[in-house]
């Protein structure tokens, strides 16, 4: 049972308020792709033991979608964030880092 | 003899007698009695049978982890199982019976399992039950069920009711002892929110059984003056009789608040489960007190030291005249002292180490307690009471150098830290060697979303024995604080076999697990057979898996584990702790969703018409709809028939209202709609209704539903009744998470409006009696919508159907919904207008052929399965699942694809037929071809009629092929065109 914090509301929201919405980040392959482009687009989902980017909805709150980026194994948060947006803003970069010296965007 | 002593107790009320009955013998004691104390009161050891063997089983702890002390609890309505009788308040009319016996707790017949002891080692049933295959349904399964469980489970409803509550607190502190009270006031006087919770029905712990002595003061004028303090304090909340029962993620805690349980129909909700958000978790949970395993250890009167403590200091219990203590600590001094200060006998103190010298040691020599250090138990004697123990060396392989007359033997194999809430949510443990424990390791705490530790053990729970250890300001996030050698005079010599070199028929008397029956034999076995994983050891044995999940058991079963491994008790690890600490209840897990209130329901506007119209409703999602409305006499069938007669052959009404609506607006409105849609909705002309199918981006079929363009920028979209909050849901999704520069607007206004349906040949007459708006063929052809009034009411027809009969859907806004289908039964009576329910629409469905979402689709079908390939737009560049449904896979030929199925004899080929063809599969099952999807009596052409999904169906119109039935046989069935009625739609085009 998580608590995330909706950075729409700005409310500490708990898990039976939000419904998951998977691995965040993920760009869509439509038609024209390949087989293997829309494979890894529809199936290979990153599953890390560590730091991970979610989606997660307010779904009984406001209703927005936002990302999340937490560590799986230690369910430590490291920052919510708007969903409009295409890769983990500066502001969650450095909040990981500063937790987990020796990770790196993109692993 | 166990009996009351004339003077002490210092938690009964000698002037409050209880009376109460164990297996129907009426027996008293005293208000402050647990039962466990007052059945030793009346002499009463033998309280249980074992599991496996129905050996005779007394009680042998004070608290939470007694595991053969369980009890049947109540009668009828509040009868409950496997109740521990050490945590249960006694209370005036209290009734428990013992469990696991037949006939009687004296004369059990199971008991002969125990002379069939050889025959029943770990992991007997998986050896034993295997062959002859056909043996396991006929004998042994029948056999196991009827000896398996302890209690009994209740067969009436429930009288009790339970409650759950919310809170929120920076500090939760787990246990209301000394350290646990201690911690409290330090966060307390910090200005913290604090919640403790006890889970028993006192604060203070142990330490006023033990007469320790804290900061200075007598324990128990220290916890007076504390509780005092605490209780004067805004931010404190104290709450008695409660278990903090599991730690989830991010302080997330359960805790079960027993509050009537003593007090039986009182009008009190029995239980109230707590459902707490702390900040921070401290864990005052104290420790365990660990058996020793000797021959004989499970024979009732033999208990743990400190529980015979507790029966003679707390409620002035004596478990018997002559107590032989056999320790490997000081703490099972305090014993032997208790029992000389309350006037009873000692006759030794077997002390398996080969020195004790400690203060406890000198006190009792000095009492005139005979101490023989080096010394064990060979074994105990006795049946089922304890009548002498055989004394041997510790060091030796049990030779009997002298035997001692006693009726109780008190044991203490050192103590074990209750570390289950730090481990709940992923703390880890460590082995600390001079305790000989696992004690919680501080470097790896489980985490909080702060990244903070989310949980503190402090006290006992940390490894601290000692109450006198605890330090003002103490407690709160420090571990630092107190020592943890603070006591190195009780230092203890693991002893994990007595005597150490004891030979198999001695190790094949050392329990470990009482409830389960496992032995000291029965893990070393384990081992020889190969299991080095504590985990699978575990399961194999069965060690600590019975309702007291190991409490006592596991620290020396993986030590004896790790003994027959030749490693380390660390090498070995321990398993995995998991919550709930102690049960909880199921009433308390359910709290108030029951009955009624189970879950929430919705109802249209016309609920209550449709409930005085003799409606047998439904549950759709969390709707509840009219199946069909059976008149006097009627069958359910009857009456679907009926409606489906009178919907074609007159008109029929229907309560639509559960439809999904959902409004789409905005300047890129039709854009968004036309990647949602397989089909084009941009080009529908404001007026005009179109019908759609959405897929995922898988390709398979997902929703369907008419979409209605009300304005240049904005579309109705209705979706099926369990869909809507789905698809709004997938709408939000794609606009806020992929496509957020476009501009659309969505709102769910499937609440918003009832719906009625009015369908049949007599519907738009119907229709012009209520009058105000003109739904001619003209003015308003099918597919057409029109906005206007009828008899007075604001209204938006949509000319479709889903009957193939002429059809009018009639949305109206939901204030106005009840007297609007009030309004349609009346002007629709002289044209023999009647409602109909659910099946009724679809059976007319499944005769016009119109699929229907979670029938003909199962989340692995795509629209070119079930003919709709008119319904995708070969000219759009995009829509979601486009890219999915080019798959090899989805786009081959020998799909199975949508026909219809007419039984060569009329019958009604039953759900889930699949069509058989020749061959079987690797599992000796017949090969498949197909499946029903869809099947039905129809009554307007009175015969069976399916759909379904067939191998290159299309191409096969005319073949017969066979579908199995339940009853094994086959019905033979044409494969034909699956409209059935009114191919070419003449009937709703009018």
């Avoid at chain 2, 639509?656 to 709609?673: E, H, M």
């Avoid at chain 2, 789905?726 to 607007?745: A, F, K, N, T």
């Avoid at chain 2, 119109?850 to 995708?872: K, N, R, S, Y």
Wanted: proline share 5%.
């Amino acid at each position: 049972m998580l608590t995330l914090e909706c950075p729409y509301c700005g409310i500490m929201a708990d898990e039976t308020e939000l419904s998951p919405g998977y691995e965040a980040h993920l760009k869509r392959y439509g038609p024209g792709s390949t087989d293997a482009e829309f494979e890894a687009y529809m199936f290979a989902r990153k599953n890390p033991k560590g730091v991970h980017f979610e989606r997660w909805r307010h779904a009984y709150g406001c209703g927005k979608w936002f990302l999340a980026a937490r560590c799986t194994a230690t369910l430590e948060v490291f920052g919510t964030y708007p969903a409009q947006t295409s890769g983990p803003p500066p502001h969650i970069i450095a909040a990981i880092k500063a937790r987990r010296p020796g990770w790196e965007a993109g692993q | 003899m166990s009996t009351r002593l004339s003077t002490g107790g210092r938690l009964i009320d000698r002037t409050a007698p209880q009376g109460f009955t164990f297996n129907g013998r009426p027996m008293r004691g005293y208000k402050g009695d647990t039962l466990a104390a007052a059945l030793l009161a009346n002499d009463q050891m033998l309280m249980g049978r074992s599991f496996k063997y129905h050996r005779p089983r007394g009680v042998v702890a004070s608290g939470v982890e007694e595991p053969n002390a369980l009890m049947n609890l109540g009668t009828g309505a509040r009868l409950e199982p496997n109740q521990r009788a050490t945590t249960t308040e006694l209370f005036d009319g209290l009734i428990a019976a013992s469990q696991n016996h037949w006939p009687s707790l004296d004369f059990d017949i199971g008991f002969l399992n125990n002379h069939a002891a050889r025959l029943l080692p770990a992991g007997f049933y998986y050896k034993t039950f295997i062959h002859p295959r056909a043996f396991w349904k006929h004998v042994f399964e029948p056999i196991i069920r009827q000896s398996a469980g302890l209690g009994k489970a209740p067969t009436e409803l429930d009288a009790d009711r339970y409650e759950q509550a919310y809170a929120f607190c920076d500090v939760l502190v787990a246990g209301g002892g000394i350290a646990g009270l201690n911690a409290a006031l330090s966060a307390a006087t910090a200005g913290q929110r604090v919640i403790l919770m006890e889970q028993s029905a006192h604060w203070g712990g142990r330490a006023p059984v033990d007469g320790a002595t804290v900061q200075g003061q007598a324990a128990e004028s220290w916890i007076a003056a504390t509780l005092a303090t605490l209780a004067a304090m805004p931010n404190v909340t104290l709450r008695l009789r409660t278990t903090v029962a599991g730690v989830y993620d991010h302080g997330y805690v359960l805790a079960d608040e027993r509050i009537a349980d003593h007090t039986p129909g009182d009008g009190r909700p029995r239980q109230r489960l707590w459902r707490l958000r702390c900040g921070q978790i401290i864990a005052a949970t104290g420790a365990i007190e660990r058996p020793l395993a000797f021959a004989g250890n499970d024979i009732p009167g033999v208990m743990l030291a400190s529980a015979v403590r507790d029966y003679v200091v707390n409620w002035a219990v004596s478990p018997g005249d002559r107590t032989v203590v056999v320790t490997n600590n000081d703490d099972a001094y305090l014993t032997a002292i208790a029992l000389k200060e309350a006037g009873l006998e000692v006759p030794a103190i077997l002390d398996a180490r080969a020195t004790a010298t400690g203060d406890l040691p000198s006190r009792a020599r000095a009492m005139g307690i005979r101490v023989e250090t080096g010394k064990a138990i060979a074994k105990v004697k006795g049946g089922k009471r304890v009548t002498g123990v055989s004394v041997c060396v510790q060091a030796g392989e049990g030779a009997v150098l002298h035997d001692i007359a006693c009726d109780a033997v008190a044991m203490s194999g050192g103590w074990s830290p209750v570390v289950h809430l730090y481990s709940h949510c992923g703390g880890k443990v460590v082995w600390n060697d001079a305790l000989a424990a696992f004690v919680p390791d501080t470097a790896r705490p489980p985490i909080n979303h702060d990244g903070r530790p989310m949980v503190v053990c402090v006290g006992a729970a940390a490894g601290h024995f000692a109450a006198d250890a605890v330090s003002p300001g103490g407690g709160v996030g420090t571990d630092g604080a107190i020592s943890r050698d603070a006591n190195p005079a009780q230092a203890i010599q693991p002893v994990w076999v007595m005597p150490q070199g004891a030979g198999i028929k001695l190790r094949s008397k050392m329990w470990l697990d009482y409830q389960n029956d496992v032995k000291v034999s029965d893990v070393q076995l384990a081992a020889r057979e190969g299991y080095e994983s504590v985990e699978h050891t575990k399961r194999y044995t069965t060690l600590g898996m019975a309702t007291d999940q190991g409490k006592l058991s596991n620290i020396n079963g993986l030590a004896v584990l790790a003994a027959a491994l030749d490693v380390t008790i660390p090498q070995v690890g321990t398993t995995t702790f998991r919550p709930p600490y102690t049960p909880v209840t199921l009433g308390a897990l359910a709290g108030e969703a029951r009955g009624e209130i189970f879950q929430p329901l919705r109802r249209t506007p016309m609920h209550e018409i449709h409930e005085k119209a003799g409606a047998y409703f439904e549950p759709v999602g969390l709707w509840r709809r009219p199946y069909c409305f059976a008149q006097q006499g009627e069958s359910h069938a009857d009456a679907v028939a009926r409606e489906v007669n009178n919907t074609r052959q007159a008109v029929g009404l229907l309560d639509a209202s559960t439809l999904g609506k959902i409004v789409v607006k905005g300047p890129d409105a039709g854009r968004f709609l036309d990647m949602l849609y397989t089909g084009v909705m941009s080009t529908l002309p404001v007026g005009k209704c179109r019908y759609g199918l959405m897929c995922n981006e898988q390709g398979f079929l997902s929703d369907d539903g008419v979409v209605a363009r009300l304005s240049e920028d904005t579309w109705l979209c209705h979706t099926t009744s369990g869909g809507a909050d789905r698809i709004h849901g997938w709408m939000e999704d794609w606009l806020q998470c992929e496509w957020w520069d476009w501009q659309v607007y969505t709102a769910n206004l499937t609440e918003q409006y009832a719906q009625i349906a009015v369908v049949g040949p007599n519907a738009r007459k119907l229709l012009q009696d209520l009058g105000g708006m003109d739904v001619s063929r003209e003015a308003l052809p099918f597919m057409g919508w029109a906005e206007g009034s009828l008899a007075g009411f604001p209204v938006r027809v949509y000319r479709i159907s889903f009957s193939g009969e002429l059809s009018y859907e009639i949305a109206v806004p939901a204030s106005h919904g009840a007297a609007f289908w009030a309004a349609c039964v009346t002007a629709g009576k002289p044209y023999g207008a009647m409602p109909y329910g659910t099946e009724a629409l679809h059976v007319m469905r499944a005769e016009k052929g119109f699929i229907m979402i979670g029938d003909e689709t199962d989340g692995t079908v795509i629209p070119q399965d079930l003919g709709l390939g008119w319904a995708i737009s070969k000219k759009k560049a995009d829509y979601l699942g486009k890219r999915g449904q080019e798959r090899t896979y989805l786009a081959n030929p020998d799909r199975w694809t949508l026909v219809g199925f007419e039984t060569l004899d009329g019958s009604v080929i039953p759900d889930g037929a699949y069509v058989i063809t020749d061959g079987t599969n690797a599992n000796g099952q017949r090969n498949t071809q197909g499946r029903v999807t869809s099947t039905y009596h129809s009554p307007t052409l009175n015969r069976g009629i399916a759909m379904g999904l067939l191998l290159h169906g299309t191409k096969r119109l005319g073949e017969v092929v066979q579908f199995n039935t339940v009853s094994g046989g086959t019905v033979s069935a044409k494969v034909v065109d699956p409209v059935f009625v009114d191919k070419d739609g003449v009937k709703q085009n009018v």
